[in-house]
């Protein structure tokens, strides 16, 4: 599972409000090399939940890998940027498409409830007394 | 009969999903069903109209027990299997009607299964978020080493994804299950609800989401609709080669926001269109008002009381009920007769 995944994804127990954003404990993680597509992140930028991803790729073991803030837009997708090393789009391209997570779980922050990660795959199936109907 | 549903199962798997459909009923109720079985296979592929072939995996077994290995192992060696969804999934992608930009998008595909239909986005360089609730093909689709990242999950409990996320939905053979109540738990108007619900909630506004079903009967099709509908989305079903058994297709195309030009329905394939999109439109209004009425999991017994119960009420028409009816018609402006001591009473048999 890929952290981009990880921003997007939230508990659905039955009681919880928002159920966001999980809290991500890793035993085992990888890293997958892809191309950079400036226009995939410019696309996904407003979508992402800044806070989460900072936190989720410290629990992955890269601390400072991007700034506690949101950087600018200009600042992202400035020319050359893309191929600069270490620029801060390559950094945000690096945590969410790069860095996947292996083993570990997924801990609602409500409800307390952890969702294992096997392979890759998190399970995020309920029990029967936790669907929300 | 849940009996006929078992028969096409080996014996272990059918003791399984026994249990699971009837949790309260005994091993031995179970046991002498399967004495039953091949009897009664023999008889409803007699009685089954396409002559033979097999029923659709929805009557046989729950989703996470049917695609067990060796069923998941099929989507990796039969190259018909292959074709076939790789042919629908290209489908439910130009369906889509992304943005013909080359920018990639964020795209769900509920049902991945192996990732067979994954491959297809992956091909035209989208990034995707696979979910699935049988573990089995999850494992084939890490071992065909797909590119999208892989949920297990019940999309009849709700995608739990934050909203407006998701740039568009496919699905692959996948949201007749959830007409199916597997387990004694399942309630599939509930499923329905709380799987548009929240797939309505986690896409982008103005993004499609493209579901391709195989419904059972008509009633399946006009409740899948009107949950979609209720839920928010506009858009309707768009069937492709209509006058074909084996090759027609059914896709529910829906939209994001409210109707307007730019949510109308695309043309269906193999056909003049003119069943698609001018007539479902009609159809899905009609969805609207009636959905009340659609039934599914409502057994004959308990809905023939109700509708009696109903009935005497209706026949007990006494007085009371003619006068009511009589100021009705006054209210109306209609000639009606005075109330006299002889309004509703009964004549006498001699008449």
């Not at chain 2, 029923?55 to 076939?84: C, D, G, H, L």
């Not at chain 2, 998008?105 to 990034?127: A, F, N, Q, V, Y």
């Not at chain 2, 619900?197 to 982008?204: P, Q």
Request: charged content about 30%; proline content about 4%; glycine content about 8%.
């Amino acid at each position: 599972m890929r952290l981009l995944t990880h921003n997007f994804l939230a508990s659905n127990v039955r009681g919880v409000s928002t159920g966001y954003p999980l809290a991500l404990e890793v035993a085992k993680s990888s890293i997958k090399e892809v191309e950079l597509n400036a226009d995939f992140l410019r696309g996904i930028l407003p979508k992402l939940d800044w806070r989460a991803l900072v936190a989720a790729a410290s629990a992955a073991g890269f601390p400072d890998l991007l700034a506690a803030e949101q950087p600018q837009e200009a600042e992202l997708f400035a020319d050359g940027a893309a191929d600069a090393e270490g620029s801060a789009i390559r950094r945000l391209h690096h945590a969410l498409l790069e860095i996947h997570v292996d083993e570990g779980a997924l801990v609602c922050p409500d409800s307390g409830r952890s969702f294992p990660i096997l392979k890759g795959v998190p399970n995020m199936l309920l029990h029967e007394d936790e669907v929300r109907h | 009969m849940i009996f006929l549903q078992l028969c096409q199962l080996k014996s272990v798997n059918s003791k399984v999903m026994y249990i699971l459909r009837h949790p309260r009923e005994t091993l031995a109720a179970a046991a002498a069903a399967q004495e039953h079985t091949s009897e009664r296979a023999q008889r409803r592929r007699r009685e089954g109209g396409s002559g033979g072939e097999m029923p659709r995996p929805e009557v046989q077994a729950p989703p996470e027990i049917f695609y067990n290995e060796s069923e998941a192992r099929k989507y990796t060696t039969s190259s018909r299997i292959i074709e076939i969804q790789a042919r629908i999934s290209e489908r439910a992608l130009e369906l889509l009607a992304l943005p013909n930009d080359g920018v990639p998008r964020m795209l769900l595909d509920i049902g991945c299964g192996s990732g067979l239909s994954g491959e297809t986005l992956t091909e035209h360089g989208h990034h995707w978020i696979g979910c699935d609730i049988s573990e089995s093909m999850l494992d084939v689709a890490l071992e065909r080493e797909a590119e999208g990242d892989l949920l297990l999950a019940d999309m009849g409990e709700g995608l739990g994804l934050r909203p407006g996320v998701i740039d568009g939905a496919i699905s692959i053979s996948a949201v007749q299950w959830l007409c199916n109540a597997d387990k004694s738990s399942h309630e599939p108007r509930l499923r329905l609800k709380a799987f548009f619900g929240s797939l309505y909630r986690c896409l982008a506004r103005g993004a499609r989401a493209v579901l391709q079903f195989y419904a059972d009967n008509v009633k399946q099709t006009e409740m899948l609709v009107s949950f979609a509908m209720n839920a928010g989305f506009a858009g309707g079903v768009v069937i492709d080669w209509p006058h074909s058994s084996k090759a027609k297709k059914s896709y529910l195309v829906l939209t994001c926001g409210s109707p307007s030009v730019a949510t109308s329905l695309p043309k269906a394939k193999g056909q003049d269109g003119e069943m698609c999109s001018s007539d479902d439109d009609d159809d899905d209004d009609d969805d609207d008002e009636s959905n009340d009425d659609q039934t599914v999991g409502t057994y004959g017994r308990n809905r023939s009381n109700k509708r009696r119960k109903v009935n005497n009420n209706k026949n007990g028409r006494g007085r009371d009920w003619l006068l009511r009816k009589k100021e009705q018609m006054r209210k109306r402006g209609r000639e009606v007769p005075a109330d006299t001591k002889y309004t509703g009473r009964k004549r006498k048999t001699r008449f």
